[in-house]
């Protein structure tokens, strides 16, 4: 671990004003998920915007660095975090790759330095800008760290120096490293190998849009559905590690038990197995009832957490899933999971009662766990307030203070 910072920066830092770099990868732009976008971002960039914006304010200052999505230098105020954005000279994968990052904003003056690590090239600027001026450096790391051998040669060894050798040499240089939970950090090589200053706090919600006063029977009818309708939801990737055709086949099981019932199953979201599951569906003869509405809004997700009876979160790995925001979300519109048994998703779920877990790749049984629950609609109730209360104790005000609290103590 690196020595906690003890050297005035070369700037004298305001005793009642703490300026703050966050460094990732890519950092979202306005709007960016309203609609698909080749400027990729996921879980990890929402958090390190949604912190940003949470943190900032009368006792910091706090700006992003991050890439351009073109050739070019962006610097533009963001709900009032500026962010400074270098340009992009190509993507692998969904990465951009931003080669000037690392020393562009060497001249800012950042009293302490947070690196959400995803992929590389952002927290290796937050390394870089820590050494050279000796501020304390937190990297909260987000997953991507598991070695996938698709893509070309380059890629392939890119990613394999920087999960098996780079990691762990960043980890190394910062004063304090944060997991997202408990689970992920026994999941993870590099955070259970990690023999420096280990914190977990977790990632946060942002509940306003989920207290419009919107009812389960009025959101089902909005999206189309009937009140007595039971809406089953998926959202997100449809990628083979993420499940969605094990949750496909529980459905069709379910339904040819059930076949008098008004069950209903939204897969939102695409991906490459999306054309197959929609074969599938018809093929199976419930086509009728699974609806694709493709990608949606972060503006329309209360709405499709807020209808579904059940969310269902059914990775067939565990690298799949770090600390799901969709578990959060779906928490924050009363709606129980059901999720795969993995540490990482038994250590939100488990403990917080808001749901059940089933064993990874089991159709028959997460058929079963659903139907269990379908059947017990006290149960569900209980679910449903646990889930709230869970989803309260983690908006982002709460969470910024935890993250706040840390970095006055680094300074």
């Known amino acids: ?42 879980g990890a960039e929402r958090v390190a915007r949604n912190l940003s914006e949470a943190v900032n304010g009368e006792r910091f200052d706090v700006s992003a660095v991050t890439s351009s999505s073109a050739q070019r230098y962006e610097t533009m105020d963001q709900n009032g975090v500026t962010v400074y954005r270098s340009p992009s000279f190509h993507t692998i994968n969904t990465t951009e790759l931003a080669p000037t990052l690392l020393i562009d904003r060497l001249s800012e003056r950042f009293d302490i330095v947070h690196a959400h690590n995803s992929t590389p090239p952002g927290v290796m600027a937050a390394v870089c800008y820590a050494a050279v001026h000796d501020v304390p450096l937190v990297i909260t790391h987000h997953g991507g760290e598991n070695y996938e051998t698709h893509g070309g040669l380059g890629r392939r060894v890119g990613l394999y120096f920087y999960t098996q050798y780079l990691i762990d040499t960043m980890f190394a240089r910062a004063d304090v490293v944060v997991s997202p939970s408990e689970g992920y950090t026994e999941e993870s090589r590099a955070l259970s190998t990690y023999d420096g200053d280990l914190r977990t706090i977790p990632n946060g919600i942002d509940m306003d849009p989920y207290d419009d006063g919107v009812s389960r029977a ?66 199976s003869g419930v086509g009728d009832l699974v609806r694709f509405p493709g990608f949606v809004p972060e503006t329309d997700k209360p709405l499709y957490m807020t209808a579904a009876d059940l969310f269902v979160l059914p990775p067939v790995t565990a690298a799949a899933e770090v600390y799901p925001l969709v578990i959060l979300e779906a928490a924050a519109g009363g709606t129980p999971v059901v999720a795969s048994d993995f540490p990482t998703l038994r250590s939100v779920v488990e403990p917080n009662d808001i749901g059940r877990l089933v064993e990874a790749c089991d159709s028959g049984a997460l058929a079963r766990t659903i139907e269990a629950l379908v059947d017990d609609p006290a149960e569900l109730e209980v679910l449903s307030a646990n889930a709230r209360r869970f989803a309260e104790a983690h908006r982002w005000s709460r969470i910024a203070e935890e993250y706040a609290a840390l970095y006055e103590e680094l300074l």
């Open 1 to 42: 671990m690196g020595p906690k910072s003890t050297v005035e920066a070369p700037w004298s830092m305001s005793s009642d004003h703490i300026s703050v770099g966050c460094f990732v990868t890519q950092y979202p732009y306005p709007g960016q998920f309203r609609g698909d976008n080749e400027y990729f971002c996921s």
């Open 218 to 283: 009025e959101a089902k009818c909005r999206l189309g559905f009937e009140p007595s309708d039971t809406v089953l939801l998926y959202l997100g990737s449809h990628h083979p590690r993420k499940g969605v055709n094990v949750l496909l086949d529980s459905f069709v099981e379910l339904v040819g038990r059930r076949p008098d019932e008004d069950l209903r199953l939204v897969l939102a979201g695409s991906g490459q197995e999306t054309d197959d599951l929609r074969r599938t569906a018809t093929g």
